[in-house]
């Protein structure tokens, strides 16, 4: 048994996120989460709702609450969403706990005292209408590097540059929309990431098994143009944690707060610490999963996140970790996506353009979603969802190929031999075969899911669902036990072992169809299958089983032709 710590990038708070957002980090760790927990690891899976800087305290003004009021409502929103779509966290933190001010502060005195911040005076732009100083990502403005029309102030999501307000062509507020923009000085802390860069690239290039959408992106950063930049982690805002070395005051720094960029990768961390709060733990309990010198020696660590994501946790977040000189444990292996796409565009929160998370659930339940967002994660390359390809992949895979499995199964025993696992017959070479082929497709899939390749392991998957339904088209159990009782009630047996099988096997993709069939088949037994020989034989003859209600209905045409319509504008 291994130890795994397992966080997924931290969702910002200002309101419910798309399905892009969530198969680009939280769903893709939850399933590895689930599958580890299933193959009897020990795991610790954090996540947390990233709550301060900017966009939390407008979407606050524009709801009319005060800034902390509305996180805390925003966190029990999306915490609760977050159930809804079985996200397994062992805790979901907030970035604005106690725990996250102390050790951001701690972090900060830290690096101050290796010599990694220098104070800056620098110019930024004041907004007159907006009667603020307007943080990079509200300055939006042409990228002067691809054209892109909607550039950010600190990076061009189209391309990625990263960039300085004073580098976009034709600055605007993206308050307001205002351009009576001044350029005023104020002063703030930088991080010297250039100090750290060699230690950074030695770092980067250990870590041979990446995806290449990770390292790529980190050495763009680290080499293009001027190389690896220093940082701004302070701001001129209300709303943050305020800016300490540890526990003094920071001459120069009153009334600032912390970047928000700053804190947040910080409360992967911290969140540790609030679920040793939250489940009457010790310091011990979470320093174990973190600090080196604490037990976090044998702990292996991976991040899920979007590609947008990485240079953040690929060279700011490490900057820190390994600047300010303490123990603490760097992550082993960082799985990042790219963009899923919504029919022909972009989805996006800021617009409101395609399904959110809430309704996706108003739809339909989980696991449809789930299937369909892991089995078309965007690893390799951008992906699109399109109503008529979510349609027909869960009429074909799970309504179809699953679903009618354990229907046809059950009912068809339930007619010829009761409801309980019949006892003749001897297995034959057709039976080999089959146990031949799926021993064949579990190493598969596993390999698949070890290595964290989603789609491949959704393929895989499906794979095992097939070859039981081949299974039961060769040998045609209903003809044969017009002629073979004995024999049918063999094939039914293995079959019927098969949906507890699927059940296991399947629960970390569509956990609630798995936790309904094992029910069904009356087991609780859900522990993964050494072999596939015990596993088709695990319910004896004489168990007793339910025949499930239906596990996936189909999606009609015009349910389809409704929500296509109901989405294609924007959320308001």
């Not at 120069?252 to 990768?265: I, L, R, S, T």
Request: net charge negative; glycine share 6%; with cysteine.
């Amino acid at each position: 048994m291994a130890r795994h710590l397992i966080t997924s990038a931290i969702p910002y708070i200002n309101g419910i996120k798309h399905l892009g957002n969530l198969v680009g980090s939280q769903l893709p760790a939850d399933l590895y989460a689930r599958y580890l927990r299933a193959r009897g690891h020990e795991v610790m899976f954090l996540c947390a709702t990233d709550e301060h800087g900017t966009p939390a305290e407008l979407a606050a003004a524009k709801a009319g609450k005060p800034v902390a009021e509305y996180c805390a409502e925003m966190h029990a929103v999306q915490s609760e969403i977050a159930q809804g779509f079985r996200l397994s966290f062992d805790h979901f933190g907030r970035s604005s706990s106690p725990q996250n001010h102390r050790l951001t502060q701690h972090l900060a005195g830290r690096l101050a005292e290796a010599g990694l911040i220098r104070e800056v005076s620098e110019k930024q732009m004041y907004s007159h209408a907006d009667k603020r100083f307007l943080p990079d990502r509200y300055i939006e403005g042409t990228c002067p590097n691809c054209g892109y029309d909607k550039a950010r102030g600190d990076q061009c999501e189209n391309c990625t540059k990263q960039l300085d307000p004073t580098d976009l062509i034709d600055p605007r507020s993206a308050i307001s929309g205002s351009t009576d923009l001044e350029v005023r000085e104020t002063k703030h802390l930088y991080l010297r990431q250039s100090d750290m860069r060699g230690k950074l690239q030695d770092w980067i290039d250990s870590k041979t098994d990446w995806p290449v959408l990770t390292t790529s992106i980190a050495k763009k950063w680290l080499n293009d143009g001027d190389g690896l930049q220093d940082r701004g982690i302070t701001r001129d805002l209300d709303w943050g944690i305020p800016v300490r070395k540890g526990d003094q005051d920071w001459p120069g720094m009153e009334g600032k707060v912390f970047y928000v960029w700053f804190d947040a990768p910080i409360e992967y961390i911290a969140c540790a610490g609030e679920w040793a709060e939250a489940n009457g733990k010790t310091d011990a309990d979470w320093e174990r999963w973190w600090r080196t010198e604490k037990g976090a020696g044998d702990v292996r660590y991976t991040q899920f996140m979007g590609k947008d994501n990485v240079p953040f946790h690929t060279l700011s977040f490490p900057a820190t970790i390994l600047g300010s000189g303490e123990d603490w444990k760097l992550v082993d292996y960082i799985k990042s996506f790219n963009y899923l796409n919504y029919d022909g565009g972009q989805f996006s929160t800021s617009q409101g353009r395609g399904v959110f998370m809430d309704q996706a659930l108003e739809i339909l339940p989980a696991d449809y979603w789930r299937w369909w967002l892991l089995s078309h994660a965007p690893e390799s390359s951008d992906s699109e969802f399109t109503w008529e390809n979510f349609q027909s992949s869960v009429n074909k895979d799970l309504a179809d190929v699953l679903g009618n499995f354990a229907s046809r199964v059950t009912k068809f025993c339930r007619s010829k031999f009761n409801e309980e696992v019949p006892a003749a017959g001897t297995p034959g070479a057709r039976e080999d075969q089959l146990i031949a082929d799926l021993e064949k497709g579990l190493r598969e899939y596993e390999a698949h899911m070890d290595a964290i390749e989603v789609r491949k392991s959704a393929a895989a998957l499906r794979a095992l669902w097939v070859l039981g339904n081949e299974y039961l088209q060769d040998v045609a159990p209903w003809t044969t036990f017009k002629a073979d009782t004995d024999t049918a009630a063999m094939q039914i047996r293995i079959a019927l072992n098969l949906i507890r099988f699927y059940a296991v096997l399947s629960s970390p993709f569509i956990p609630d169809a798995s936790a309904q069939l094992l029910t069904a088949m009356h087991s609780e037994d859900a522990d993964w299958p050494s072999d596939v020989a015990s596993a088709i034989t695990a319910l004896p003859a004489g168990h007793a089983f339910t025949v499930p209600d239906v596990t996936f209905r189909k999606i009609s045409d015009d349910e389809r032709a409704d929500w296509q319509s109901r989405f294609a504008g924007v959320r308001t």
